[in-house]
């Protein structure tokens, strides 16, 4: 244990002993040499300095000659082989510099000694020397400008001159200097007396003096602040108290302040021999005060005191003696019951004087109804019936009394169209919005005032706007500047009300202030397309994104992957309007539209682009029109007989050969067939056949339209006699030979008829190729009948077969030209003339065989 203890004592010994070695090593760094400087440590600015290093010769290197390296602030500067050099610096900077020599041995470098340059310049005069006694107990106090700063350490001296030449002194030593207090105190007893004092400034490098300052006691003393400052008010008054403070003994005047604490202005009050009291008279009642009080000892000499602590302090309540400035809004809920809200503004301290709340009156004229309430609130609102006239008032109430009301007739805000302004315009000024307008045209005498009121772009209806009121007394130039709660960047519903006794008109305008072009453009979310317009469909812009009112919309539009610029329309903007019809895309294109909005700044960037591409559906208003329009013309047209039977004749030509209907052969009919088969297998006599059939029903009436077929050259030309002279017949070959009837004779019996139609059948049922008509036959008068090889010609008389037919010839100018685009039949046409037999006037009757034989 003992030789743990020795152990422990003998460390702490070399522990000390090398501590100790240290330090003084670090006391005295220059064992090794020394470092000196010429021609001083002190020198001015841009002077040159020699700065010489010496190393001792026991601690030169042995083996090697020593080299010797200078450093300033860790730099090399100048490298010497050798155990001493001399180096002369130049342009060393203002302040300290510091110069280290440092010898090498065996690579480890050891530092011989340093020296420290301080450059500087000499002190400036000093400059503005003054001096204050704080208090009349204070002590004398004087500060001065050095001027420049020296960079040297300088010793000013303050020297101050009394009556009967007692001389006052300080000193102080500091780089640059400008206050020294000289402890000791003027007495007012030599208030008269003149006391001078002047500073002197002393460095390495030279000296400065400032010029002398004279002052009395009265010149230099400055008064403590007051004190002990109160209020008394007279008689509970709000408007009217007494101030008090103290002060030394020998101030004479006084400096009041005071103000609302919510004011950044002061009001001031000058006192001269306050004695410590001063009646204030304007103060606003119900207001909290802030007051404060300065000394001063002369009115032209020395100065004004600090000013004291603030007294801070409400007075009392007085009667209101302001008017409330009262508007409302009035809106249908149903039939018979509407929505008043009554809003007015509050009073101003200096009119309010004390803590208020409002009695609310709404009474119905004729019937006295009365509704009343008693709020702090600004704002009321009732529902009420809606016959009737209403009134509106509102006073304001405190503790010493209650104001003037204000009185209001709940009427239609809009309902007199005459009252309302016209040439309502807004425009941004600074930060306010400039509103003007004209009083209305023929109403304008009538006008006892105008309400400007402004709302948010995006509130609701149900909040209640803000308003300010406008006189009538100059109709030519009525304006209102809205600075009240007025954002940037942000639009404003602006109406402007003209009030009469019991009537109101207004007017709107939309209005902003320092307006900036929309942040986005409207998003498109449908393009639909209904009759015959494009409806392009958007969401507005947030209200945050829109900087100010926006007057217009454009909706941009171009072909899909087309070159050309787009095509835009401008429509202008219409709260809260979401949609609009293009009617100028072409059917079957692809279309891409986008939207922008513009506001007085500027074009908002576009926004979403969609596609579309219209269908092209019919205009049916105009297919309609042109429908009738072409109907009418069509049913005029063939009103004309003329006109008709041409396009009847012109369709027919047109019509394919195997379109047409075939026209029954008699020949061929079943009827004949039966017929010759009874005649020759029973030999019965017609009339009993006749009998034995039934009438048969009229068919159905066949217009038959004509057909022109191509004529073959071999045809001849048949003969036509003039109308009522019957038809000459001509011989024929046996291919062309052709049986005709005679001309019509009158319309006889029904047995008549009967004969003539079997004499017919039975004629076209035996006819053959080879057969010729052995005597004419009778029919009733009809227009013509066709059958398979032509027409039969009605109107002509019988032919004669010993007659001479007319000579064949190829007349071209009788020939049909075919008009039909189809290939015709191989049946010819046969050439005819007169009128035309149609089935619906051909009557058949039958008659007895008896009757027949005897005809």
């Not at 440590?41 to 030169?60: F, M, V």
């Not at 803590?355 to 019937?367: A, G, P, R």
């Not at 610029?565 to 986008?594: A, D, F, M």
């Not at 063939?638 to 396009?647: A, E, L, M, P």
Request: aromatic share 10%; glycine share 4%; hydrophobic share 35%.
């Amino acid at each position: 244990m003992a030789h743990t203890d020795r152990e422990c004592l003998l460390a702490l010994i070399f522990l000390f002993m090398w501590l100790l070695s240290r330090e003084t090593a670090l006391i005295d760094p220059c064992k090794r040499g020394s470092v000196t400087v010429q021609p001083s440590p002190t020198i001015p600015l841009g002077a040159a300095a020699n700065i010489s290093c010496s190393l001792n010769s026991k601690y030169g290197c042995s083996h090697h000659e020593d080299q010797l390296t200078l450093f300033k602030s860790e730099k090399i500067i100048h490298v010497h082989q050798g155990q001493a050099f001399t180096f002369q610096v130049t342009d060393l900077p203002l302040d300290k510099n510091v110069f280290v020599c440092k010898t090498k041995c065996n690579a480890v470098p050891k530092v011989v000694c340093g020296v420290q340059v301080s450059v500087g310049v000499p002190p400036e005069q000093p400059q503005n020397l003054s001096c204050v006694q704080t208090g009349e107990n204070g002590t004398v106090a004087c500060t001065w400008d050095p001027g420049r700063d020296t960079h040297l350490q300088t010793t000013y001296t303050l020297q101050l001159t009394g009556p009967n030449n007692e001389i006052f002194q300080a000193r102080n030593s500091c780089q640059n200097c400008s206050h020294l207090d000289l402890r000791s105190t003027l007495t007012p007893e030599f208030a008269d007396s003149k006391y001078t004092v002047s500073v002197t400034a002393v460095n390495d490098l030279g000296n400065s003096s400032s010029f002398p300052f004279t002052f009395t006691f009265l010149d230099i003393v400055r008064p403590l602040p007051p004190w002990d400052i109160r209020i008394n008010f007279l008689n509970d008054s709000g408007s009217r108290g007494i101030l008090q403070w103290k002060d030394e003994g020998h101030v004479v005047f006084n400096q009041l302040r005071y103000r609302p604490l919510n004011s950044t202005s002061w009001n001031m009050v000058y006192a001269a021999n306050a004695k410590g009291k001063y009646l204030l008279q304007d103060l606003t009642p119900f207001t909290e005060y802030e007051f404060q009080i300065s000394s001063k000892l002369h009115l032209s000499k020395g100065s004004w005191s600090e000013w004291s602590e603030s007294l801070k302090t409400q007075t009392p309540e007085e009667a209101p003696n302001g008017t409330l400035d009262l508007w409302y809004m009035k809106q249908n809920i149903s039939y018979n019951r509407q929505n008043i809200s009554l809003s007015w503004k509050r009073l101003s301290p200096s009119e309010a004087r004390g803590k208020i709340t409002y009695q609310v009156t709404l009474q119905e004229v004729i019937n006295k109804t009365t509704l009343r309430n008693t709020t702090e609130d600004t704002s009321w609102t009732v529902v009420i019936p809606r016959t009737g006239a209403w009134t509106a008032s509102v006073s304001a109430t405190n503790s010493k009394g209650t104001s003037a009301p204000a009185r209001i007739s709940i009427v239609d805000l809009c309902g007199a169209g005459l009252l309302a302004p016209y040439q309502v315009s807004s425009k941004s000024e600074n930060r306010d919005i400039m509103v003007t307008w004209q009083p209305p045209r023929k109403a304008a005498s009538a006008v006892r005032e105008y309400i400007v009121e402004w709302r948010h772009q995006g509130e609701s209806n149900k909040k209640f706007p803000q308003w300010l009121r406008v006189p009538h007394y100059n109709h030519s130039n009525l304006s209102a500047l809205i600075s009240e709660n007025i954002d940037p960047d942000v639009c404003y519903e602006i109406k402007v009300h003209a009030l009469s006794e019991d009537q109101r008109g207004c007017s709107s305008i939309w209005g902003d202030s320092r307006p900036k072009a929309p942040l986005s453009g409207p998003h498109i979310i449908a393009v639909t397309e209904k009759e015959e317009s494009i409806f392009l469909s958007w969401t507005p812009i947030p209200a945050q994104e829109q900087m100010g009112c926006i007057l217009h919309y454009r909706i941009y539009w171009k072909e899909r992957d087309s070159p050309e610029k787009p095509v835009h329309c401008e429509i202008p903007y219409r709260h809260p309007q979401n949609s609009y019809p293009i009617s100028s895309l072409q059917p079957g294109v692809t279309y891409v539209l986008w939207m922008t909005a513009l506001t007085a700044a500027g074009e908002s960037p576009q926004g979403n682009e969609r596609e579309f591409c219209p269908q092209g559906k019919a205009n049916w208003k105009a297919f309609v029109v042109t429908s009738i329009f072409i109907a009418i013309i069509i049913v005029g047209i063939f009103s004309i007989r003329y006109f008709r039977q041409k396009t009847f004749a012109f369709l027919s030509a047109l019509r394919p050969a195997w379109y047409s209907r075939t026209i029954p052969d008699p020949a061929n009919s079943t009827w004949v067939k039966k017929y010759a088969s009874v005649e020759e297998k029973t030999q019965l006599p017609m009339d009993s056949l006749l009998m034995t059939w039934h009438t048969p029903e009229e068919p159905e009436p066949l217009i038959i339209n004509e057909v022109l077929y191509q004529m073959i050259p071999v045809i001849r030309k048949p003969y036509c006699s003039k109308r009522g002279h019957g038809f000459q017949s001509y011989s024929a070959s046996k291919e062309d030979t052709i049986y005709i009837a005679s001309s019509p004779q009158p319309t006889g019996t029904l047995k008549a008829e009967t004969r003539q139609i079997v004499n017919l059948y039975k004629v076209l049922g035996s006819r053959d190729p080879d057969s010729k008509l052995a005597s004419p036959l009778t029919i009733t008068p009809v227009d013509y009948l066709p059958s398979h090889e032509g027409y039969l010609p009605s109107n002509i008389e019988d032919l004669s077969p010993n007659e001479a037919p007319p000579t064949d010839s190829f007349d071209l100018e009788h020939q049909h030209i075919p008009l039909s685009i189809f290939a015709s039949s191989t049946l010819r046409p046969l050439t005819f003339c007169g009128e035309r037999l149609t089935l619906d006037r051909l009557k058949m009757g039958y008659d007895s065989p008896m009757t027949n034989n005897e005809a």
